[in-house]
């Protein structure tokens, strides 16, 4: 009995120990087993959330304006012609060119603004010049309309100023300008600008309308169909522009038409500019130069949907027409033999005209072309009234149809 109990005593104390590192261990290898499974499923955190960041703008570094120069050129001489400012001319210059040099070793913001009181918008433009840079700035401001309706040249102010990025004033200068008449064409050299007398030739105006009104009385039917052809052929065709250009004819002769000259221009270029009457003004007063008669003549071609042409030479003008719409055959026509001369015989010093002058010495303005490169019309001036009905493109009393004498 006393040795079996001290033998079940050991017995038991072993167990327990056994019993205690058997579940130690398992519970080591229970956590290990977890952290490993946990591992492999890639439990991640969720993130933060990032907190918003506040940006602080940069201190401004001005440049010392010792750093830059400015040079303010007009390079027409501060002429401004009104028809060629849109025009898109070959040999014409903006109002003026602002010149920037930055010697700093930084860029600069600068912003310029331009105008010509009372008659321009404002113009402002903001442009960066780089470290150790020059640059050049057209500046033109886009004139009003009231410009276009100066009768004679006209003096005005261009100003100036430019900015920095905080406002102050870097720079101001005001330079005088000249306003030309809305009438004036600058040709500059050798005529480069011949395209730009279609801007003269306007099919929509009062007077023209009228011209062509009184053209329907010398066509049968008082019919102008342009080059509607009908299924026609090209030879009937060409007759037809021929009536229609015959009953424009007679509707101008029909005004008693008398030349004067009218080219001259003031101001430093009256070399190579010229004073042209708008049609609304030649078909008015019954006064015109060659150059003046074509566009009028020309306006009424191209209201009627036919495509007019304008031959320059030196010294003198003329007009003609397409003879379809497709066609490279030209009518010529010099409308200086009126009021007198015939159509055959304005046919045939126009064609004389083209025998004796070189062919490089010929300009032709085509305004179906020019149309497609943007020159448009001149605007109308607000004061042009239509001619009332009962008178003639001249101003004076129409003479009564037939049907009105006989009552």
Same mark, same amino acid.
């Given at each position: ?26 519970? &080591?290898?229970? #956590?290990?087993?977890?952290?490993? *499974?946990? %591992?492999? /499923? +890639?439990? @991640? ?98 004139? &009003?309309?009231? #410009?276009?309706?100066?009768?004679? *040249?006209? %003096?005005? /102010? +261009?100003? @100036? ?247």
């Amino acid at each position: 009995m006393f040795p079996f109990t001290r033998t079940s005593e050991k017995t038991a104390q072993r167990l327990a120990f056994i019993f205690f590192f058997t579940t130690l261990g398992l519970g &080591l290898w229970l #956590a290990a087993t977890w952290l490993y *499974i946990r %591992h492999l /499923t +890639l439990v @991640l955190p969720m993130p933060e959330v990032p907190k918003p960041v506040v940006y602080q703008p940069a201190p401004i570094e001005k440049v010392s304006p010792l750093l830059l120069q400015y040079r303010l050129d007009l390079p027409g001489r501060g002429e401004v012609f009104p028809a060629m400012q849109a025009a898109a001319a070959s040999d014409y210059w903006p109002i003026s060119i602002l010149t920037i040099s930055n010697a700093a070793e930084r860029p600069v913001l600068q912003v310029v603004s331009a105008e010509i009181p009372g008659w321009s918008r404002p113009f402002q433009q903001s442009i960066v010049i780089g470290p150790q840079q020059t640059l050049g700035l057209k500046i033109s401001p886009e004139l &009003l309309p009231k #410009a276009n309706n100066v009768a004679e *040249i006209e %003096h005005a /102010t +261009l100003k @100036l100023q430019v900015t920095d990025e905080s406002g102050a004033t870097m720079f101001a200068q005001q330079r005088p300008v000249l306003i030309h008449s809305g009438s004036d064409l600058y040709w500059g050299k050798q005529f480069a600008n011949a395209q730009v007398v279609a801007r003269w030739v306007t099919p929509h105006d009062s007077a023209v309308l009228q011209l062509v009104a009184d053209a329907r009385r010398f066509v049968p039917k008082g019919r102008l169909p342009g080059y509607n052809a009908n299924g026609q052929s090209e030879s009937s065709v060409a007759k037809q522009v021929t009536r229609q250009a015959d009953a424009i004819f007679k509707a101008l002769q029909r005004s008693g038409f008398s030349y004067v000259s009218s080219i001259y221009t003031f101001g430093g270029f009256t070399d190579v500019a010229q004073r042209i009457r708008l049609p609304r003004e030649t078909l008015t007063l019954s006064t015109a130069n060659c150059m003046d008669v074509s566009v009028a003549f020309a306006s009424a071609i191209e209201n009627v949907g036919m495509k007019p042409v304008i031959v320059i030479l030196p010294g003198h003008a003329f007009t003609g027409v397409r003879l379809g719409a497709d066609s490279s055959a030209i009518l010529y026509l010099d409308l200086t033999v009126l009021p007198g001369g015939s159509f055959r015989q304005a046919q045939a010093r126009a064609q004389e005209w083209l025998k004796k002058t070189p062919p490089e010495q010929v300009l032709t303005a085509d305004i179906a072309s020019a149309r497609r490169m943007g020159l448009y019309p001149l605007a109308s001036s607000p004061s042009n009234e239509s001619v009332p009905a009962g008178r003639d493109v001249a101003g004076r009393d129409a003479p009564k149809s037939s049907e009105a004498r006989s009552r």
